[in-house]
C-alpha cells in the first residue's frame, strides 16, 4: 500500500510538472514568422493607427503587412484569414457586418477602445455663430435655412456632403426623405474622407454654410463642430431594420476584431492587441497629424510613436 501510494504521489508531482510546463510555454511561445495582415481604409485615424499599432508588433519583433481593404467587406476577409485585425470598428457604420462575420465564426471580439464614437452629419460650429440656420443643432431648423446651404452642384437645395456612399449606403437620403426635408436639401457623396475636409475649408474661406458627414473621434474636435440633433436612434429605427428612417445616430462603441487564429498564431501581438485602447484625444491627435499638419500617414505614426512611448510601450511587456 505504501509503494502504491508513493507511486502515486510521484505520478501527481510529474503531471503537474508537465502542466506547469506546458503553461508556461504557451505564455512565453514565440509569435508566427508569417505577417499580421493589418487593413488599409481611407480615413485618417484609421490609416495612422493601422501605422501605429503596425510599429508596435513591429517592435516586438513580428512581421507586419498592409493591405488596401473595404471598410465594410474586411470582416469576411478577417474571418477567411485574408486580414488578421481590424482597429477601428465603429458601432453604427461596421456593427452589422463586424456581428455577421462573428456570428459565421472565424471573427473574435478583441475589445473596445476607451474612446466612444458618434458619426453624424453637422456644421462647422461657426455657421450656428453666424446664425446660417437658427435653431441648431435641432434639426427641425434645417426647414427654412437651406438657402443658405446651396452649392452648384445641389440644383438649388441645400446640400449634406455625405462620406463615400460605400459607408451607409443610402442612409442619408431615406433621412432626408422620411423628416419631409427631400424639397428643400439634396444629399451629395464625398469621394473620400480628404473631400471632407476641403469642404470644410472651402466653406469657411468663402463664408458659406456646410451641412457636412463628420464623426468624433477626429481632428475637428478640437477645430469646433456641431452634429446635429436628429430623433433619437433605437434599435429598428432605421428603414433598412423596417424603421421610419428618421433617427440620428447612436452614440456608440469603438472596438477592435482579430482572426480568431491570431492568439495560437501571434500570441504576444494579440495580447498587446486586446489590451491596447486609444482615447478620442489621441485618436484625435492621430488623425490631425495628417488632416492638419499635412503630414505622412508612415512620418504621423512614426511621430505618434516617438511622443506616446509612455502610452504604448507598457503594453509590449504583457504576454512575454
Given at each position: 500500500?505504501?509503494?502504491?501510494?508513493?507511486?502515486?504521489?510521484?505520478?501527481l508531482m510529474?503531471a503537474?510538472?508537465?502542466?506547469?510546463?506546458?503553461?508556461?510555454?504557451?505564455?512565453?511561445?514565440a509569435?508566427?514568422?508569417?505577417?499580421?495582415?493589418?487593413?488599409i481604409?481611407?480615413?485618417?485615424?484609421?490609416?495612422?493607427?493601422?501605422?501605429?499599432?503596425?510599429?508596435i508588433?513591429?517592435?516586438?519583433?513580428?512581421?507586419?503587412?498592409?493591405?488596401?481593404?473595404?471598410?465594410?467587406?474586411?470582416?469576411?476577409?478577417?474571418?477567411?484569414?485574408?486580414?488578421?485585425?481590424?482597429?477601428?470598428?465603429?458601432?453604427?457604420?461596421?456593427?452589422?457586418?463586424?456581428?455577421?462575420?462573428?456570428a459565421?465564426?472565424?471573427?473574435?471580439?478583441?475589445?473596445?477602445?476607451?474612446?466612444?464614437?458618434?458619426e453624424?452629419?453637422?456644421?462647422?460650429?461657426?455657421?450656428?455663430?453666424?446664425g446660417?440656420?437658427?435653431?441648431?443643432p435641432?434639426?427641425?431648423?434645417?426647414?427654412?435655412?437651406?438657402?443658405?446651404?446651396?452649392?452648384a452642384?445641389?440644383?438649388?437645395?441645400?446640400?449634406?456632403?455625405?462620406?463615400?456612399?460605400?459607408?451607409?449606403?443610402?442612409?442619408?437620403?431615406?433621412?432626408?426623405?422620411?423628416?419631409?426635408l427631400?424639397?428643400?436639401?439634396?444629399?451629395?457623396?464625398?469621394?473620400?474622407?480628404d473631400?471632407?475636409?476641403?469642404e470644410?475649408?472651402?466653406?469657411?474661406?468663402?463664408?458659406?454654410?456646410?451641412?457636412?458627414?463628420?464623426?468624433?473621434?477626429?481632428?475637428?474636435?478640437?477645430?469646433?463642430?456641431?452634429?446635429?440633433?436628429?430623433?433619437?436612434?433605437?434599435p429598428?429605427?432605421?428603414?433598412?431594420d423596417?424603421?421610419?428612417?428618421?433617427?440620428?445616430?447612436?452614440?456608440?462603441?469603438?472596438?477592435?476584431?482579430?482572426?480568431?487564429k491570431?492568439p495560437?498564431?501571434?500570441?504576444?501581438?494579440?495580447?498587446?492587441?486586446?489590451?491596447?485602447?486609444?482615447?478620442?484625444?489621441?485618436?484625435?491627435?492621430?488623425?490631425?497629424?495628417?488632416?492638419?499638419?499635412?503630414?505622412?500617414?508612415?512620418?504621423?505614426?512614426?511621430?505618434?510613436?516617438?511622443?506616446?512611448k509612455?502610452?504604448?510601450q507598457g503594453?509590449?511587456?504583457?504576454?512575454?
Open positions: 500500500m505504501k509503494l502504491s501510494k508513493t507511486r502515486s504521489i510521484r505520478a510529474v503537474g510538472c508537465i502542466s506547469l510546463l506546458a503553461a508556461t510555454g504557451v505564455a512565453k511561445a509569435d508566427s514568422t508569417k505577417p499580421i495582415v493589418i487593413p481604409h481611407n480615413w485618417s485615424s484609421q490609416i495612422v493607427m493601422a501605422y501605429v499599432i503596425g510599429g508588433f513591429e517592435s516586438i519583433g513580428d512581421n507586419v503587412e498592409y493591405v488596401p481593404a473595404d471598410s465594410q467587406a474586411v470582416y469576411e476577409s478577417i474571418r477567411n484569414g485574408d486580414v488578421t485585425i481590424s482597429h477601428e470598428v465603429w458601432q453604427s457604420t461596421f456593427g452589422k457586418s463586424f456581428y455577421n462575420s462573428m459565421k465564426g472565424g471573427v473574435i471580439d478583441a475589445g473596445s477602445h476607451e474612446a466612444t464614437t458618434l453624424e452629419m453637422g456644421v462647422p460650429t461657426w455657421v450656428i455663430d453666424k446660417l440656420c437658427p435653431g441648431l435641432n434639426w427641425e431648423a434645417l426647414a427654412d435655412c437651406s438657402d443658405n446651404f446651396t452649392t452642384d445641389s440644383g438649388g437645395k441645400g446640400r449634406w456632403l455625405e462620406g463615400p456612399q460605400s459607408w451607409h449606403g443610402n442612409l442619408m437620403p431615406e433621412r432626408i426623405e422620411a423628416l419631409g427631400s424639397d428643400k436639401w439634396t444629399v451629395k457623396f464625398a469621394g473620400g474622407a473631400a471632407l475636409w476641403t470644410l475649408a472651402s466653406a469657411k474661406k468663402e463664408g458659406r454654410g456646410t451641412v457636412i458627414f463628420n464623426w468624433t473621434p477626429n481632428f475637428t474636435d478640437a477645430d469646433g463642430f456641431t452634429f446635429i440633433e436628429f430623433p433619437e436612434y433605437t429598428g429605427c432605421r428603414k433598412a423596417g424603421g421610419d428612417g428618421k433617427c440620428g445616430s447612436p452614440k456608440g462603441w469603438l472596438k477592435k476584431a482579430a482572426n480568431y491570431m495560437k498564431t501571434h500570441p504576444h501581438a494579440y495580447t498587446i492587441f486586446s489590451q491596447l485602447s486609444f482615447s478620442t484625444p489621441q485618436i484625435g491627435q492621430m488623425a490631425a497629424l495628417v488632416d492638419v499638419d499635412k503630414m505622412d500617414h508612415k512620418d504621423a505614426a512614426k511621430k505618434w510613436l516617438a511622443d506616446n509612455d502610452v504604448w503594453w509590449t511587456e504583457t504576454g512575454m
